[in-house]
């Protein structure tokens, strides 16, 4: 069965500056895909970014980038030039072929002014 | 725009009651997913459809069945409400493949009493 871990359950950023989010995941699966997805106090949940477990390169999306580890089984999110907006729970996923999606526990990230 | 339209958004029940939960989506896609929102837990899956008809059990299935009789519909039954089902309840649903976007219901705020 796939895990999905956050450790870290609340973090605090400046605004404008950079933040790091971690998640490590279990699975015996080859094939997979990664996800961050962001939960603003609105409730809305949406996504933030992607990683295939095969591309060496890290994805990247405007502000929002990975660092994909998959010998050691980690998928952290940066945030560079965090902005009030970025305010929100982060969730890590996980999904393969069997098209189960699995949450981890959750960030809750607060910008500060 | 994709949507996932959960029928309530906040709903108060007592106790033994049987509960329904419906989500709808308009984008044809094979999953669907019912997962339960609580602080420091995350979100756990209680269960996934990847067709008509077809469903299956995620971490959490106990007091919980689903049914999904029409591919653009997945109804979530409480049994036999208890005041620990007291959650938030996420509707999603997503294409056929490992890779693709899930998109969210706004959630229902189910308080039993």
């Known amino acids: 069965a796939q895990t999905v871990t956050q450790s870290q359950p609340e973090m605090s950023v400046q605004e404008a500056e950079t933040v790091t989010l971690s998640c490590t995941y279990d699975t015996s699966e080859n094939n997979y895909y990664l996800f961050w997805y962001k939960q603003p106090p609105s409730r809305q949940m949406i996504l933030v970014i992607r990683?295939?477990?095969?591309?060496?390169q890290n994805a990247t999306e405007n502000r929002f980038s990975v660092n994909f580890q998959k010998a050691a089984k980690s998928f952290s999110l940066k945030i560079s030039d965090s902005q009030l907006g970025d305010t929100a729970m982060y969730f890590c996923a996980f999904s393969s072929a069997t098209n189960k999606l699995i949450f981890g526990t959750g960030t809750l990230l607060a910008v500060q002014p | 725009d994709v949507k996932v339209t959960q029928s309530s958004r906040y709903l108060v029940k007592r106790t033994g009651e049987k509960v329904f939960l419906e989500c709808v989506q308009d984008m044809d896609h094979e999953n669907m997913f019912w997962y339960r929102q609580d602080p420091g837990l995350g979100l756990r899956l209680i269960y996934f459809s990847y067709d008509v008809k077809m469903k299956e059990k995620g971490d959490i299935p106990e007091g919980y069945s689903v049914s999904r009789e029409k591919k653009e519909r997945f109804s979530l039954i409480l049994e036999s409400a208890s005041t620990n089902q007291t959650s938030m309840y996420l509707c999603?649903?997503?294409?056929?493949?490992?890779?693709?976007?899930?998109?969210f219901g706004q959630g229902t705020r189910l308080t039993v009493v």
């Open positions: 990683q295939e477990a095969y591309k060496q």
């Open positions: 999603a649903s997503r294409g056929g493949r490992m890779n693709t976007e899930a998109f």
